[in-house]
Structures are given as structure tokens and as C-alpha cells.
T-cell receptor, first 115, second 109 residues
Framework: GAGVSQSPRYKVTKRGQDVALRCDPI?????LYWYRQALGQGPEFLTY????????KSGLPNDRFSAERPEGSISTLTIQRTEQRDSAMYRC?????????????FGPGTRLTVL | GQQVMQIPQYQHVQEGEDFTTYCNSS?????IQWYKQRPGGHPVFLIQ?????EVKKQKRLTFQFGEAKKNSSLHITATQTTDVGTYFC?????????FGTGTQLKVEL
């Protein structure tokens, strides 16, 4: 079936605006993860869901960042009052059952640019 | 939290040469996973190692997990242009992956 999809693929916004990034995981995958990847770096963990429950949000940089997965499928990462330092590639991944050693499948990412 | 360091940061090789990237941690790791990210692409899972001293092979790729479970290596024999990309090691704990800094491989004809 289809892999992880993310939308939009590119988002340009002005400083101070709110943005919502969407992730559609692989059908049937229980766990969903959000990462942020700076240019030339590896992905950095932001938050993680099992079904609709947010299990770990320790990687969210500050309270301007939030995420939800209300029906245990599609997830939205929201950044309020964006700042230039928020510019990065935001990646979503999903795995079948989670557990730390389960294979995570990454989506194509959303490239966020804050002007 | 756990951190993993990778060396080298960049590697240029001629097609047909071998390539090795190393991943090191100051703490014992429960597992090591390797991902490959092509230019402009997303990380793609290659393999997972969990046992001390484990060695796994995928065609021209050989993955090793150190005896002390603090280091790992990925070796590519006779590189091809299709091997171009950034190779990341990472470790999973508590459902989040901690990625290394990656090794960017360029292969020249």
C-alpha cells in the first residue's frame, strides 16, 4: 500500500503566523512519530503517539509546538507564532506496533521556511 | 539521553572502492539501526542489530555491532553510484530514535 504521506510538501510563512503540518501514516500503523531535521543533520525526535494517545512529547522545543492525533490515524503538528529558527524539514514516521525497536517508516517531509 | 557520534562526516570515493562509516556511543546501546537517506529523499530503514558482536550482511553491505554494544560500523564493498547518500546510525529507546550525525557518501565515476 501507500507509504507515509505528508502535506504540504513545502510551506513558506511569515514570522508570527501559525502553521499546521499534516501526516497520514501507513494504514494500520499504531505508532506515529514527529521529527525535525535540520540541513546536514539527522532527524531529531519531537513527539510520539500510540493510537490517539500522545505518549512522549519531550522533544517539543517549547509550548508553541503541539501535536494531536484525535482518531488514531492522521496527525497534525501545529506551530504557533512561528519564528525563523523554526525553519527546517519536519518529518513524520509510523511503525506497526512501536516499542523502540520496531521499524519506523518515514514520510517525504514538509519543508517549512519562516521568513 | 543516549547520543551516538558518527565518523567520518563526509567521504568521497571512486566507484569500486570500499567505504566504511563508524558509529560510537559512550553508553551501552540496546540496539543499533541504520538508515540511508538519498539526496532530497527521506530516511529509509536498512537494518537493526541487537546482539553483542552481531554481524549482518545485505549484498555488498556489512553491518557490525561491537562486543560491548557501544559501537557499530557499516561497510560497503565496491561502491556504486547508487550508494550515494547519507548513512545514519541511530538507537531506539522508549519509542524514539536518536540519530547520529550521519556520513555523507559521494561516489565518483
Amino acid at each position: 500500500g501507500a507509504g507515509v504521506s505528508q502535506s504540504p510538501r513545502y510551506k513558506v510563512t511569515k514570522r508570527g503566523q501559525d502553521v499546521a503540518l499534516r501526516c497520514d501514516p501507513i494504514s494500520g500503523h499504531v505508532s506515529l512519530y514527529w521529527y525535525r531535521q535540520a540541513l546536514g543533520q539527522g532527524p531529531e525526535f519531537l513527539t510520539y503517539f500510540n493510537y490517539e494517545a500522545q505518549q512522549d512529547k519531550s522533544g517539543l522545543p517549547n509550548d508553541r509546538f503541539s501535536a494531536e492525533r484525535p482518531e488514531g490515524s492522521i496527525s497534525t503538528l501545529t506551530i504557533q507564532r512561528t519564528e525563523q529558527r523554526d525553519s527546517a524539514m519536519y518529518r513524520c514516521a509510523s511503525s506497526l506496533v512501536g516499542g523502540g525497536t520496531d521499524t519506523q517508516y518515514f514520510g517525504p517531509g514538509t519543508r517549512l521556511t519562516v521568513l | 539521553g543516549q547520543q551516538v557520534m558518527q565518523i567520518p562526516q563526509y567521504q568521497h570515493v571512486q566507484e569500486g572502492e570500499d567505504f566504511t562509516t563508524y558509529c560510537n556511543s559512550s553508553t551501552t546501546l540496546s540496539n543499533i539501526q541504520w538508515y540511508k537517506q538519498r539526496p532530497g529523499g527521506h530516511p529509509v530503514f536498512l537494518i537493526q542489530l541487537v546482539k553483542s558482536g552481531e554481524v549482518k550482511k545485505q549484498k555488498r553491505l556489512t553491518f557490525q555491532f561491537g562486543e560491548a554494544k557501544k559501537n557499530s560500523s557499516l561497510h560497503i564493498t565496491a561502491t556504486q553510484t547508487t550508494d550515494v547518500g547519507t548513512y545514519f546510525c541511530c538507537t531506539g529507546g522508549g519509542n524514539k530514535l536518536t540519530f547520529g550525525t550521519g556520513t555523507q557518501l559521494k561516489v565518483e565515476l
